[in-house]
C-alpha cells in the first residue's frame, strides 16, 4: 500500500503553469520557492486566493460522462492535470478534490478534505460541490458562519444525522442557506477519518456508472465568477438552460434546444470547447438534445 510519502506530487513547473491557468496573482507564486506554507495567516490568505481563483477557471462539470466514447472519469493526478490545465476542462466532485488535493500536498500540506495550519486550526477545502459550495476555507468549528457567495452563508455543524443507529455517532455536516433570513439546510456531511485513493476509486465509480446517479442522466456545468478577488456570481448550466445568480437573484441567460446551440454555450461561456469525436459522444443518450 503506498504510504503517504509516495502520494502523487505535481512539480513545481507543473504548478507554476496551473497558477497561470487560473490567473492566480503573480505575489502568490513565490509559494513555490517556499512550499511549506509555515505561517498560519499567511497560509490561510493563499488558500482562499487559491481556491476562489480555482473555482473561477475550473467548472463543475460531468461533461466526461456524456460527450465521450467510453463515459468514464479518471482520478489519476497526471491525467487529471492534463484534463484541467492543458485542455481546460473541469471535472466533478472527486475529480476537483483530487486534483486540488495534489495540488496542496504538493507544496507541503497533508489535505484530505480537511486541512491543517501550522497554528493546528483546520479548515474544511472543498472546490468540488458546484453552486452551493464554499468559496474559501471553512474553520472546522460548530456553528460558525462564513460568507458564501453572497448573501449566501455557509457553515459546519457537529451532529448526528436520522440515519445513523448509533444515537452517540456524530458527523460534520455541511449546511447553506440562500439569506440570513433562510432556514439552514444540509447538503452532505463527513466525518473525520481519512479515505485514501483506492476508496474514491470505488465511489467515483459508482458515481460515474450507475443509472441512479443524477450524473448519469443530467448534464451539468458550474463556474464561479471572481471579482477583486472575490467571488461574486455563479453561472449554471443545467440540460439546457443557462442561468446566472448574483446577490441572491438568478437571471436566464439563454436556453438551448440543440446540441449546437449548447455545445456553443460551453464555449462561449465557460471555455469549454469540445472536439468532434466528443461531440458524437453524446449521440443516443437521454441527455442529447434533439430538435423536435
Excluded at 507554476?16 to 520557492?33: C, E, G, K, Q
Excluded at 474544511?124 to 468559496?135: I, R
Excluded at 459546519?156 to 440562500?178: A, F, H
Aim: proline share 5%; net charge negative.
Amino acid at each position: 500500500m503506498p504510504t503517504l510519502s509516495h502520494r502523487y506530487e505535481y512539480t513545481k513547473e507543473q504548478l507554476s503553469l496551473y497558477f497561470t491557468h487560473i490567473s492566480l496573482p503573480r505575489h502568490h507564486h513565490a509559494v513555490l520557492d517556499n512550499p511549506t506554507l509555515d505561517e498560519p495567516n499567511t497560509a490561510l490568505e493563499f488558500l482562499t486566493t487559491l481556491q476562489r481563483h480555482h473555482l473561477a477557471t475550473v467548472p463543475f462539470e460531468n461533461l466526461s460522462l456524456h460527450y465521450s466514447s467510453d463515459r468514464t472519469v479518471s482520478l489519476d493526478p497526471a491525467e487529471l492535470y492534463e484534463k484541467i490545465v492543458h485542455k481546460g476542462r473541469g471535472g466533478y466532485c472527486m475529480e476537483n478534490n483530487r486534483f486540488f488535493g495534489t495540488v496542496v500536498r504538493s507544496l507541503g500540506s497533508h489535505m484530505v478534505n480537511i486541512l491543517t495550519i501550522p497554528s493546528g486550526r483546520r479548515f474544511l477545502l472543498d472546490v468540488g460541490f458546484g453552486a452551493n459550495g464554499p468559496t474559501q476555507p471553512l474553520p472546522l468549528v460548530a456553528n460558525e458562519v462564513s460568507p458564501g457567495v453572497l448573501p449566501q452563508e455557509l457553515r459546519l455543524v457537529y451532529e448526528k444525522i436520522e440515519e445513523n443507529t448509533n444515537p452517540d455517532q456524530r458527523l460534520w455536516i455541511y449546511q447553506s442557506r440562500n439569506t440570513p433570513h433562510d432556514e439552514w439546510m444540509p447538503t452532505y456531511c463527513f466525518t473525520e477519518l481519512e479515505f485514501l485513493p483506492q476508496d474514491y476509486e470505488i465511489m467515483s465509480f459508482y458515481t460515474s456508472q450507475s443509472r441512479k446517479s443524477m450524473f448519469t442522466y443530467r448534464i451539468m456545468v458550474v463556474k464561479m465568477e471572481l471579482e477583486d478577488e472575490q467571488v461574486t456570481g455563479t453561472l449554471i448550466l443545467i440540460g439546457g438552460e443557462l442561468k446566472r445568480r448574483v446577490g441572491g437573484k438568478t437571471e436566464k441567460l439563454e436556453t438551448c434546444n440543440t446540441e449546437k446551440e449548447r455545445v456553443q454555450a460551453l464555449k462561449k461561456w465557460f471555455g469549454i470547447e469540445l472536439k468532434d469525436e466528443e461531440k458524437r459522444g453524446i449521440k443516443g443518450l437521454v441527455t442529447e438534445l434533439v430538435e423536435g
